[in-house]
């Protein structure tokens, strides 16, 4: 199972990045996906998360109005397209493969519930 996230670079507070998760080694549309990211020195936190077919979404409340996240199941992908960033987003921001069909918001906002897990790709907001 392979997770390859990219997408991650500098920008400047105000502007806009595309993460992007490719996926191999599992039937992803079987598959709720999530991302997190993890500043320095802090925990992992959760960002976002989508149900297998893409209805149900979630939002950390730091996030929402300004990420979205979305998934191609036919390109075995997944998107989090980062608007407004701010230098508070800056983290390695990874995703995360969890099988189930369930998409009750709590769940799909826990780390521990998830199966296997990307690299990581660096995200810096600059002020």
């Known amino acids: 199972v392979q997770l390859q996230a990219s997408g991650g670079g500098l920008e400047q507070a105000g502007g806009s990045l595309r993460l992007s998760c490719a996926v191999s080694g599992i039937t992803f549309s079987s598959y709720a996906m999530g991302w997190f990211r993890r500043a320095p020195g802090k925990e992992r936190d959760f960002v976002a998360a989508?149900?297998?077919?893409?209805?149900?979404?979630y939002y950390a409340d730091s996030v929402k109005g300004r990420f979205t996240i979305s998934r191609d199941n036919a390109k075995n992908t997944v998107y989090l397209q980062m608007n407004s960033l701010k230098p508070e987003d800056t983290a390695v921001y990874y995703c995360?493969?969890?099988?189930?069909?369930?998409?009750?918001?709590?769940?799909?906002?826990?780390?521990?519930?998830?199966?296997?897990w990307g690299q990581g790709t660096q995200v810096t907001v600059s002020s």
């Open positions: 995360a493969a969890k099988d189930t069909y369930y998409s009750g918001s709590t769940y799909l906002m826990r780390s521990n519930a998830y199966d296997y």
């Open positions: 989508i149900n297998w077919s893409g209805a149900y979404t």
